[in-house]
């Protein structure tokens, strides 16, 4: 069967106002989903009968003598596309079967792919070819990320809800369902409890709906990109991020506080660190999935099991916890003040918060003062984001041993967080244990991937030797 050689171009280079997202990566080696635009084309082509071959135009060239005075037809399609439409797609590739001639496929008015007769006819155009002097066919398939807003709404499609949830709507507003009504019921309902003083931070949400086993509400569309993108992405300087900073420790700052007895505060902050952890790796234990990781916790690892990794955690927890003196309050946090949670706009200067906790009630809005702090140590100083991006390796090393490398560069972020903790009177130590507990804790949670589990509890293990590494 006649099949097509698909060349991925990624010489054209994203504008300023995409390296503002992105930083320096190209369209093809930009993350989406967990994985590279490039990753993502590759995935989609091969799954067509139709084609042989997916690769770069620097592979291709170096296998001429494989496939010169073949029969295969070239599709080569440019890394600032991206697929919209796959069943017009499939169109495009068997009609390259049969082209007789190169020809251009526009979208709108930038070509977006060239189909070629066969590899020589690619092999002959070379990169100087003039593509505008090819025969032309109009096609909605792509979209051009090359143009920044299409670039924001695709990239913010991608949405990360957990699996209990759906997101969906349109230009002006996110949609978000879920079948765990109750979750999302008080997920509305917190929005609606908050602090006048305190809605500045979150877009305007209305149209809370139940219809059959189905909760829904609808939310503000903001087109700025979460600051987990651009963090994995390098695209943040250290300039921006203490802009960041100063913002979200106003935030911290403000929020609404109360006093409350030193056995509340003791009862809500164990609730929080302790027994949550007790919890969720209770469940964990029960789940499809989990006899694996615990082999390679006891194979893998200095510790038998999972047991014994909690049992260091509390005991440093509770070094960590007996000689600090606590400011007896609770605040109105947002209960996951990760950064993917963040949505940030640097040239309006405009930060808006996003999925806080629910809360049934007005006191279902109080946490723990550290709580919310803990979530941006584990976005600054865990890494969190970068296992969602898959950026991280898992290896065996020299002594059998499983060995734990995050592809970032965050040094100097920890640095400045560390700072804005010192001049707010916050204990970093304190802050990190805080983190170990909520990296423990989301362990069942992610459950769909174990090798994401198992990169949770090496960071676990990872944090607890750099507080004690403290001093």
Not at 49 to 77: S, T
Not at 187 to 201: A, I
Not at 236 to 264: A, N, P, Q, W, Y
Request: glycine fraction near 6%; include cysteine; charged fraction near 30%.
């Amino acid at each position: 069967m006649k099949k097509v050689i698909v060349i991925y171009d990624d010489s054209r280079k994203p504008d300023q106002e995409i390296r503002v997202i992105t930083g320096h990566k190209s369209f093809g080696d930009t993350i989406f989903k967990r994985q590279s635009l490039k990753q993502r084309s590759k995935a989609l082509f091969l799954g067509y009968e139709q084609v042989e071959a997916f690769m770069e135009p620097d592979e291709a060239y170096g296998l001429q003598n494989e496939y010169k005075g073949g029969d295969y037809p070239v599709f080569k399609i440019y890394s600032d596309h991206e697929t919209v439409d796959e069943r017009g797609l499939l169109i495009l590739l068997e009609k390259t079967l049969y082209v007789n001639e190169n020809y251009a496929v526009y979208n709108g008015e930038i070509i977006a792919a060239v189909m070629y007769p066969s590899f020589d006819a690619w092999l002959r155009a070379g990169n100087a070819a003039d593509e505008t002097a090819y025969e032309k066919i109009r096609s909605n398939v792509f979209t051009a990320l090359s143009d920044v807003n299409n670039f924001r709404t695709f990239i913010t499609s991608g949405f990360d809800a957990r699996f209990f949830n759906a997101l969906k709507g349109d230009e002006y507003t996110v949609v978000k369902s879920s079948n765990n009504v109750d979750k999302l019921r008080k997920e509305y309902k917190y929005f609606t409890l908050l602090p006048p003083e305190m809605k500045q931070w979150y877009g305007t949400v209305f149209d809370y709906r139940e219809e059959g086993d189905i909760a829904s509400y609808s939310i503000e569309r903001y087109h700025m990109t979460d600051l987990a993108l651009r963090y994995v992405h390098g695209a943040i300087d250290e300039e921006e991020f203490r802009s960041i900073l100063k913002m979200l420790f106003h935030f911290i700052k403000i929020r609404k506080k109360k006093e409350v007895t030193g056995e509340e505060y003791e009862r809500e902050a164990r609730r929080l660190y302790i027994e949550k952890v007790d919890e969720r790796v209770g469940l964990l234990k029960t789940l499809k999935g989990y006899d694996e990781i615990s082999s390679y916790i006891s194979l893998g690892t200095a510790y038998k099991d999972i047991d014994e990794i909690i049992s260091r955690y509390k005991s440093l927890y509770e070094r960590i916890t007996s000689d600090r003196k606590f400011v007896k309050i609770k605040v109105v946090a947002h209960g996951d003040l990760c950064f993917s949670n963040i949505l940030y706009n640097n040239d309006a200067r405009l930060l808006k918060l996003i999925d806080p906790k629910g809360a049934a009630d007005e006191e279902g809005l109080y946490m723990n003062p550290y709580y919310d702090i803990a979530k941006l140590s584990h976005s600054i100083c865990g890494s969190y984001d970068y296992f969602n991006s898959d950026q991280y390796e898992l290896s065996i090393g020299p002594d059998m041993n499983l060995s734990l490398k995050i592809d970032c560069d965050n040094d100097r972020f920890i640095k400045i967080f560390r700072e804005y903790l010192y001049e707010n009177d916050l204990d970093y130590k304190l802050v990190r244990i805080y983190e170990v507990s909520l990296f423990l804790s989301m362990l069942p949670l992610h459950i769909d991937r174990p090798k994401k589990v198992l990169g949770f509890i090496l960071n676990a293990v990872r944090i607890m030797e750099e507080i004690e590494g403290e001093g």
